[in-house]
């Protein structure tokens, strides 16, 4: 990776992490403890674990490649994330028949990449996006 977008992603990740003290902070108060720890890394094993089996390079069952995804840095593949998101929320992914990840698991994957996807769009806002209707 060049060694610009480096120093824009620490950037971006420093100024997020500013407001995402409190914000968790206000969620784990409210939320039922979440089982997977908030490591990206557990979420990397979710994915593996419930995922990969499927829609890695090789299969790419669905179009879909999970196993070159990174999931501690959701915004750089915010498309596929948010393909994710929409299949994992309403429990069509992983498809009857595969292993389950519990609700605790997958409530926890879906808000990180959700809170994640904020953030970078917040971050990056899209120039054709409602911030530039002005
Ligand atoms: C047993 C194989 C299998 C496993 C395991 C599996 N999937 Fe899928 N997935 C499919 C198939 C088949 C499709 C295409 C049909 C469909 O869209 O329902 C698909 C489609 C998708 C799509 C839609 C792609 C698009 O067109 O936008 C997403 C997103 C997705 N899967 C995410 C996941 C996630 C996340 C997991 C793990 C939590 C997972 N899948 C686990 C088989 C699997």
Redesign the pocket.
């Known amino acids: 990776m060049p060694k610009r977008v480096w120093t824009l992603a620490v950037l971006v990740w420093v100024a997020s992490a500013a407001w995402s003290v409190p914000l968790a902070a206000g969620r784990r108060a409210s939320a039922r403890p979440a089982v997977v720890s908030s490591t990206t890394g557990d979420y990397g094993t979710v994915?593996t674990k419930?995922?990969v089996?499927?829609?890695n390079e090789r299969a790419k069952?669905?179009?879909?490649t999970?196993d070159k995804m990174d999931v501690s840095d959701p915004g750089a593949g915010a498309d596929v994330w948010e393909?994710?998101v929409?299949?994992?929320r309403v429990g069509?992914?992983?498809?009857q028949g595969?292993p389950q990840?519990d609700q605790e698991t997958r409530a926890a994957l879906v808000s990180w990449l959700t809170t994640s996807l904020d953030k970078s769009a917040t971050a990056h806002p899209n120039p054709v996006g409602p911030w530039c209707t002005g």
């Not at 069509?92 to 498809?95: C, I, N, Q, S, Y």
Request: hydrophobic share 35%.
């Open positions: 994915v419930y995922c089996t499927c829609h069952i669905g179009g879909l999970l393909r994710v929409r299949k994992v069509m992914m992983p498809p595969s990840p």
